[in-house]
């Protein structure tokens, strides 16, 4: 199959299921007229004979590296003695990653996004809910002895401009298994219908069990996000966005400011893709945490621009601990581009003569490196 088609296969694919959303054919919407059983047809665990997306799969836009056949009986992230420990920086880097992301893989997943983004495009009119869109777009095998696992990295596509990157996010299997539990101890009515990868004791690092996995986990986010109930669980806002906000905090804290920079901003993405509150303070926090680092960054402009839209979010709530620390830094950034402060020193100057903050007030940075992010 030549590369062309493939690629052609998979956007049509995609787009179809893409089409079927706007159409409205949610879970919720189905339970009420068929039974459980038939609301999702699309078994999470493809069948052997399923040529069409296998093939799809391994020469579209998913690239992986499997691993030696001798070590295809190892139990993925069966034994786990505590938490799982967060990939090295942003899921995509370290020494005991193996990869090979093909050229052509990489210009297949672009083709996608623009065309599905195309699509959100034309259908902004719609009446039908917009959804967001997961796609699969590498998963890497990590040797970490004695353990070895696979990272999916998956793209959450959704309405922008087309020329926008998809935000995205890499997880393990037991991230997936530790959520789809969580959720069906929550919401057991919701979830009875919704299908879930099984494990396996053999072969969990082959080309077709990768393949198969990435399309179940892509149809298992996107199950959850067509049902509302389940929309705006915090379990499910916490897997898309709780591991990317500890990391950048914890590279934002030991000065690596730069790596920290990209993780708060796709965090800021998916909080502003999936459209629901992912945390009383967080969107807060990912501001704070992309103003730190433009401004160490000597990104003056970008710090200020990050100050004042949390100010906008803070509105009149003269009380939270973040507002005078937002003021102080907003006033500073003025001064030093020569712009207007003297809304935001009177405002800092009330909260301090009220005795609401102390003189000076904590930096955005003290705050971050206090913050306990659960």
């Not at 494990?199 to 179940?216: C, D, Q, V």
Request: with cysteine; proline share 9%.
């Amino acid at each position: 199959m030549h590369r062309g088609t493939q690629e052609g296969a998979m956007a049509s694919r995609l787009l179809y299921r893409l089409r079927h959303a706007f159409a409205g054919d949610s879970p919720g919407e189905a339970a009420a007229a068929r039974p459980e059983a038939e609301q999702f047809p699309e078994s999470s665990e493809l069948e052997d004979d399923d040529a069409e997306g296998l093939s799809s799969r391994l020469s579209g836009t998913l690239s992986f590296t499997s691993a030696e056949d001798d070590e295809d009986d190892e139990d993925e992230d069966d034994e786990e003695t505590g938490p799982d420990p967060l990939p090295p920086g942003d899921g995509t880097s370290g020494e005991d990653a193996e990869r090979s992301p093909p050229p052509d893989g990489q210009r297949g997943s672009q083709l996608l996004a623009r065309q599905l983004q195309d699509f959100w495009k034309k259908s902004r009119n719609t009446l039908a809910p917009q959804r967001l869109l997961f796609e699969v777009t590498s998963a890497t095998v990590v040797k970490d002895p004695p353990s070895k696992y696979v990272l999916y990295t998956l793209a959450v596509i959704g309405p922008g401009p087309p020329d926008r990157q998809p935000a995205q996010i890499s997880r393990r299997y037991s991230d997936f298994e530790r959520l789809h539990r969580n959720l069906q101890r929550q919401f057991r009515g919701p979830m009875a219908a919704i299908s879930f990868p099984r494990k396996r004791l053999r072969r969990n690092f082959t080309a077709e069990t990768i393949a198969r996995r990435s399309r179940a986990f892509e149809q298992f986010l996107g199950h959850l996000q067509a049902v509302p109930e389940l929309r705006h669980a915090p379990d499910l806002q916490d897997f898309f966005v709780l591991p990317e906000l500890r990391r950048a905090q914890s590279l934002t804290c030991t000065g690596l400011y730069r790596e920290a920079l990209a993780l708060w901003a796709n965090a800021w993405q998916l909080q502003a893709q999936l459209g629901t509150p992912s945390g009383p303070d967080r969107p807060l926090l990912t501001l704070a945490g992309l103003a730190v680092c433009h401004q160490e960054l000597e990104n003056p402009g970008e710090a200020r621009a990050c100050c004042e839209k949390a100010l906008q979010l803070l509105g009149d709530k003269s009380l939270h601990p973040l507002l005078a620390p937002f003021l102080e830094a907003h006033v500073r950034l003025s001064w030093h581009l020569g712009l207007d402060k003297r809304q935001s020193e009177a405002r800092l100057q009330a909260l301090q003569e009220a005795g609401l903050t102390p003189t000076p007030p904590p930096s955005l940075k003290e705050l971050l490196i206090k913050e306990v992010l659960d």
